[in-house]
């Protein structure tokens, strides 16, 4: 096997994504959640029937209930922020791979990928203008929501530049959010590997 057919196979088999996995993970939360909602419905009509009780005691066992309430509620979010995370965190992998073993870096423009400037620059420079590839902008979306999450929780200047994100505001209903990049930040990233195949001779 050539060299040139050898670094072409390993660039292709970098885009395996693990979607599916993701969002087993995720509805996997939901479906407890949901679960235990149930079961807080439940829990109430027994409370409130139970004539053993003295107001004050169904007060105090509802209010408990209203505590897990919460807490289902504040892990649904953590799920919707894992969405984004373990999707990004998949793709900057992947583009990372196949710019490794594309064989055109150099190590030192490998390791400074992590910054969006320097990947723009090192792609520019060797295989193409990647901020024109279709897909481009939903992948720098879901980069920009990915670092609101690791960094505050709520919405920067730069991730505001992007339709219905204010700055300032709470990061809420991500879930949402990466359903609706999915598919277009997957499309980018094959045809960035396509891209990178092309540069390969």
Request: aromatic content about 8%; overall charge negative.
């Amino acid at each position: 096997m050539s060299t040139v057919v050898f670094r072409k196979l390993r660039v292709t088999i970098c885009t395996q994504h693990y979607d599916e996995v993701i969002e087993g993970v995720y509805l996997s939360v939901v479906e407890a959640k949901n679960n235990l909602l149930e079961e807080i419905s439940r829990q109430a009509v027994k409370i409130e029937n139970d004539a053993n009780l003295s107001d004050d005691e169904k007060h105090y066992l509802i209010d408990s209930l209203s505590d897990e309430h919460f807490l289902s509620e504040k892990t649904t979010e953590l799920a919707g922020e894992m969405l984004i995370v373990a999707f990004y965190k998949t793709i900057e992998i992947e583009i990372k791979d196949m710019m490794k073993f594309s064989e055109l870096f150099t190590v030192q423009e490998l390791l400074s990928l992590y910054r969006i400037r320097e990947l723009k620059r090192h792609v520019a420079s060797k295989i193409t203008d990647i901020e024109q590839l279709d897909g481009f902008t939903q992948y720098d979306e879901l980069r920009c929501i990915n670092n609101c999450i690791k960094h505050s929780g709520k919405v920067n200047n730069e991730l505001a530049a992007y339709p219905n994100w204010t700055e300032g505001n709470k990061l809420e209903s991500l879930e949402d959010s990466y359903w609706r990049l999915k598919d277009d930040v997957n499309g980018f990233i094959s045809r960035f590997k396509d891209e990178v195949l092309a540069a390969i001779v």
